[in-house]
Each structure stands twice: as structure tokens, then as C-alpha cells.
């Protein structure tokens, strides 16, 4: 496995060489940044760790980002604990961390703006959303402290051999076969987005096996087939 860093539409060069920083003390070395340039207070701030910085790869989007990755981690300190609000409900970092070791892929830890965070369009687009509890008087952490717990929890956990993991790929198709047999069942059009959601945090949290994988698209092809021919 591995782990690319993303920092989305970072304000302040400090930070992103504090980040990168972070990185090179535990070991990890791709990073991603959608839009600045970066600066001189960035290498500044890298220290020893300015390789990170210079193999860094700047994108213009979101998308652009994330693409290619088989699994990717939304941050947020601003969560929402609502069963039926889905786009904001976490894993604690600490449950990220005990989990992600099952997967076999590129896994994206994606990091928000400092004063906005990551916005509700770009969370729908992750397999899961991670926080890490703080004081409710003052939830948000700083972009870089939170990386570098980020980068210290994940680093405490050794790989442990686990079934393969699904793929990016294989979990889009998964995806796409939930959508048709809701197509298929006439589901309420104004349940439909949020519905959605739902089941793609719900394989995220399961981070299914390759086994698992297969087993689920043969029920779903099989629901969506019989519907057809009725």
C-alpha cells in the first residue's frame, strides 16, 4: 500500500512545507497539491525535507487529485453525528488507523483549505470522512498539527497481512450497479443523492475484500436482471 498526501487549495506556504515536514518523519514521500505555486516559505519551512516539496505534484482540481487513487480519506474537523446526514459522519482517526492497513492500493489522506476545510462536494467524492476528536470549544486544528497526528497514528500501525482489497475501479462499478437497481426500483428521486452517500460511506467503512467485492455485484447484477425481466 501506500499513501499520497493531498492538500487541497492550501492558503499559507508554512504550512505546506510544515506538512511536508511531517512527511519525511514518518516516511511518507507523494505529495499532491491543488492550486498554489510552491513558495519560498514552504522550502523555508520543510527543513530537511525539501525532496518532498520538489517531487510534489501541483494540480489545478479536485479531481485531478484524487485520480488514480483506490481509496481516498476526506479530513474534517467539522463533523455531523446525524445517522441521515451523511456526508460529514467519521471515522475517529483512531478508527481510520486500526482499519486502513486492510487495504492494498493508493490510499489519498486528503487535507482542506485552513479556513474552509474540505466543501460538501468534495466530501461526497471521498470513500470516507476522518476526524480527530478535539475540545468542542475549539474543534479545528491547525492544517499541519493535524497532518502530522495524522502521519504519527498511521504510522504507528504495522501492516498485518489482510485480504486483498478492492480496487478504486472495482468500487466505482459497485457504485454504478447500486445506482441501477435504484433505477430499477423506482426509488423516490429525492431520497436518490443522499441514498448514494450513504452506501459509499458504508463501503468505506467495510473496506471489502476482493471476495467481498465479487459476491456483492453477483447479488446486484442478479436483483437488477430479475427486475428487468418483470
Do not use: Q
Not at 161 to 187: A, C, Q, T, V, W
Amino acid at each position: 500500500m501506500e499513501f499520497i498526501i493531498v492538500l487541497v487549495e492550501p492558503k499559507y506556504g508554512g504550512n505546506i512545507g510544515a506538512v511536508a515536514r511531517a512527511m519525511k518523519n514518518f516516511g511518507l514521500t507523494k505529495l499532491r497539491i491543488v492550486g498554489p505555486k510552491i513558495d519560498e516559505e514552504a522550502y523555508k519551512r520543510a527543513m530537511h525535507a525539501k525532496d518532498v516539496l520538489e517531487n510534489a505534484k501541483i494540480v489545478n482540481t479536485f479531481e485531478d487529485a484524487i485520480k488514480g487513487l483506490d481509496y481516498v480519506a476526506g479530513t474534517s474537523g467539522i463533523v455531523n453525528l446525524n445517522e441521515k446526514k451523511h456526508i460529514r459522519n467519521p471515522l475517529t482517526l483512531k478508527e481510520f488507523a486500526e482499519k486502513i492497513y486492510a487495504i492494498d492500493g493508493k490510499i489519498g489522506l486528503v487535507f482542506g483549505r485552513e479556513d474552509l476545510g474540505l466543501f460538501n462536494h468534495e466530501l461526497e467524492k471521498c470513500d470516507i470522512v476522518v476526524t480527530i476528536p478535539c475540545d468542542e470549544n475549539y474543534p479545528v486544528m491547525n492544517l499541519s498539527h493535524a497532518a502530522a497526528v495524522f502521519f504519527y497514528a498511521l504510522g504507528a500501525k504495522k501492516l498485518i497481512e489482510k485480504p486483498r482489497e478492492s480496487s478504486g475501479f472495482e468500487k466505482e462499478k459497485l457504485h454504478e450497479h447500486f445506482s441501477s437497481l435504484l433505477d430499477e426500483i423506482n426509488y423516490p428521486k429525492h431520497k436518490k443523492a443522499g441514498t448514494k452517500t450513504m452506501f459509499r460511506r458504508i463501503i468505506g467503512r467495510a473496506m471489502l475484500s476482493k471476495w467481498e467485492f465479487h459476491t456483492l455485484m453477483g447479488v446486484f447484477s442478479r436483483a437488477i436482471k430479475k427486475r428487468e425481466k418483470t
